[in-house]
């Protein structure tokens, strides 16, 4: 089996140890773990948002800290917990997003796939805005995916959705991800939808000093 990703002897601010993870390639991997058990923390330190006090993480083999910051971040794509949308329209949101790496952005069709893709059938022209917070989530997984990372970190992309909806939503964007190569590392607090979709779990205990 190929990995993708690896990780030696992490800790953070010799708080948060880390067991030894290997992440296989173009497989959704889930992080499971009680709050405090540095689940979030990985993630940003795997896209090197964060600095890890010690040990070791690769990326195809290599250690990230010799790669460039901003391809690394552009391949292991981290959508956050928290949606960054603007008051525009969801055309306008995804243009800016593409405008950002100074890449052509998707066409309307193509957007609009990707939208369905993530159960967020909305006309374009909708302003973001307007949307719940469980439609925002949505369309702000489907501008993550449009980017086509390599490595898509998602951090409880499900917190705001309804149980059918979030199944829906899962089976259809791991279908596309393992369809493109993509692999998918995702952070979920839902045990029911851990047993759906992981190919792996990994369980972080978090052992942290007083």
């Known amino acids: 089996m190929q990995y993708i990703l690896t990780v030696q002897g992490l800790t953070f601010q010799n708080r948060i140890v880390y067991p030894p993870m290997e992440i296989p390639q173009a497989q959704a991997t889930f992080i499971n773990g009680d709050s405090g058990s540095g689940k979030t923390t990985l993630f940003r330190m795997i896209n090197a948002t964060l600095t890890p006090s010690g040990g070791v993480i690769t990326y195809?083999?290599?250690?990230?800290?010799?790669?460039?910051?901003?391809?690394?971040?552009?391949?292991?794509?981290?959508?956050?917990?928290?949606?960054f949308l603007f008051d525009a329209t969801i055309r306008s949101n995804f243009e800016a997003f593409f405008a950002y790496r100074d890449?052509?952005?998707?066409?309307?069709?193509?957007?609009?796939?990707?939208?369905?893709?993530?159960c967020a059938d909305f006309p374009l022209d909708t302003r973001c805005e307007t949307l719940s917070g469980g439609e925002r989530q949505r369309v702000f997984l489907a501008i993550h995916?449009?980017?086509?990372?390599?490595?898509?970190l998602l951090d409880?992309?499900?917190?705001?959705?309804?149980?059918?909806?979030?199944?829906?939503?899962?089976?259809?964007?791991?279908?596309?991800?393992?369809a493109k190569g993509i692999t998918l590392l995702v952070i979920c607090h839902d045990?029911?939808?851990?047993?759906?979709?992981?190919?792996?779990?990994?369980?972080?205990?978090?052992?942290?000093?007083?």
Not at 145 to 152: C, E, K
Not at 156 to 177: F, G, I, N, W, Y
Request: hydrophobic residues 40%; charged residues 25%.
């Open 60 to 83: 195809q083999g290599q250690n990230i800290v010799d790669l460039d910051t901003v391809r690394l971040r552009r391949e292991l794509l981290l959508m956050s917990q928290t949606v």
């Open 145 to 152: 995916m449009s980017l086509a990372p390599t490595v898509l």
């Open 103 to 118: 890449q052509t952005p998707p066409t309307d069709n193509d957007m609009i796939d990707y939208l369905r893709l993530c």
């Open 191 to 210: 045990s029911k939808i851990t047993e759906a979709f992981a190919d792996k779990t990994i369980v972080l205990a978090g052992r942290a000093s007083a």
């Open 156 to 178: 409880e992309p499900t917190s705001a959705l309804d149980e059918t909806t979030a199944h829906r939503m899962l089976q259809q964007v791991k279908a596309h991800c393992r």
